[in-house]
Structures are given as C-alpha cells and as structure tokens.
C-alpha cells in the first residue's frame, strides 16, 4: 500500500481547543508536508518540514518530524470552526505519498 | 505558486465508455501527477506525467487504463478508460516547480460511472 498511518482518523473539538494529529510515514524521506482538504475538494498545502528539521511553526500550525521513528505531529492551536476539513500528511522522497488522513470537526 | 485548471470538475459517464481530464498549469512546473481519491480515501498515486515521454506508473496502474499525456510543461491529461462503477473516484492533477517541493492541486474531477 502507498499510504502511511495517520491517527486519530476522526477528531471533533471545541472551538478555542488544541488538535493534535499523527502521522507514521513507510520510507527514508526528503521532507514531510501537510495538506488540508475541504469536502472532498483539491488540497490546499500548510506546511512543509525537511528531514533534518525537527519542528516548525506556521501562524496557529506546529509540526514536528522524529526521522528516528518515521513519525510526524501537527498542532493547530485555538481551533476556530473554519478549520473543519480533512487533514493529510504526506512524505515525500522523491514522489509525494499520502497518509490516511484526520478528519477534523471543530464545533462553535 | 502555480494555479492549476482542471476539467471537467464534474461528470457521470456510462461504464464502457473513457472520459479525457485536463490540467492546465499557469507557469511551467517541472513535476506533473495524477492522483486518485476513491470515496472517503485518501489520495493514491496513478503516475508521473513526463513531458513529451511515457509517463511512470505506479504498481497497480497500467497505460492502457489509464493513458497519459503530456505535451508541455504546462499541460497534462489522464484518460480513464472502459470505465467501470469501479473507476468512480476524484482524480487530481498535482503540479510542482522542482523536486521535493510542495505540491499544487487542482480542484479535482468527481467522476461517477453508472
């Protein structure tokens, strides 16, 4: 299978809360990215972090990389309900592979 | 940034038939892909859309399925051909400007086989 692991595969919080999402990745890589997708609609990229970066930040975005275990976190802080989607990680080492995805629900 | 056009965004074929998708970069991108995002998946590679050669598929995808084309740096189609129920997914044309960059899509096709 080309997909990676992300968990949890379905997140619903309150608005002002913190999400947290997972992503387990198969193959040495280049980069991991993080993509947003509105109902089934083309992805929108967040952020992209390189192999030998540990973490990043973008506005409300937090993403680590652990290479060591082939694992990839992204913190939004203070949801707002505008960010209901669906969020996917994707590592990339030449071709961009997808992981399963979170589905985020943020409830006013 | 690139802009990416896809067409048509939406379309219900009859199964036997093929249905040619296009997308169109607004400034020239050295990587083109096809992706496939069956109903409540995630995205899954077809190939790499090489310019003025075969494109490279992924395991699980042949060109006789699904032939590609790309002509220039800026223009791509996949064709889905003698569809089946089975081939009702999005397809997504995916451009970027170099190598382990991120990645621009377009809005996707929706395309239902009945």
């Known amino acids: 299978s080309q997909q990676g692991e992300e968990d949890p595969q379905a997140l619903s919080i309150q608005e002002g809360e913190n999400a947290t999402m997972n992503c387990s990745y198969k193959?040495?890589?280049?980069?991991l990215q993080w993509y947003r997708q509105n109902s089934g609609r083309g992805l929108v990229h967040l952020i992209l972090?390189?192999?030998?970066?540990r973490e990043k930040h973008s506005g409300r975005l937090r993403v680590t990389l652990d290479t060591s275990k082939k694992s990839s976190s992204l913190l939004i802080t203070a949801s707002r309900a505008a960010d209901t989607a669906s969020y996917f990680c994707?590592?990339?080492?030449?071709?961009?592979?997808f992981g399963q995805g979170t589905e985020l629900s943020v409830k006013p | 940034s690139a802009v990416i056009s896809q067409k048509p965004s939406r379309d219900i074929c009859q199964r036997g038939t093929s249905l040619t998708i296009q997308c169109q970069v607004d400034?020239?991108?050295?990587?083109m892909f096809w992706y496939r995002q069956q109903p409540g998946q995630s995205l899954t590679l077809i190939a790499t859309?090489?310019?003025?050669?075969?494109?490279?598929?992924e395991s699980g995808f042949v060109i006789d399925k699904f032939p590609i084309s790309r002509p220039n740096l800026t223009f791509s189609t996949l064709t889905v051909s003698n569809m089946s129920p089975e081939d009702s997914s999005i397809y997504l044309c995916?451009?970027?400007?170099?190598?382990?960059?991120?990645?621009?899509f377009g809005q996707g096709t929706r395309l239902t086989v009945v």
């Open positions: 994707a590592s990339q080492g030449g071709k961009l592979i």
């Open positions: 972090i390189r192999s030998n970066e």
């Open positions: 193959t040495s890589i280049n980069n």
């Open positions: 400034s020239q991108v050295t990587m």
């Open positions: 995916s451009a970027s400007g170099a190598l382990n960059t991120e990645a621009f």
């Open positions: 859309a090489n310019q003025g050669s075969e494109a490279t598929y």
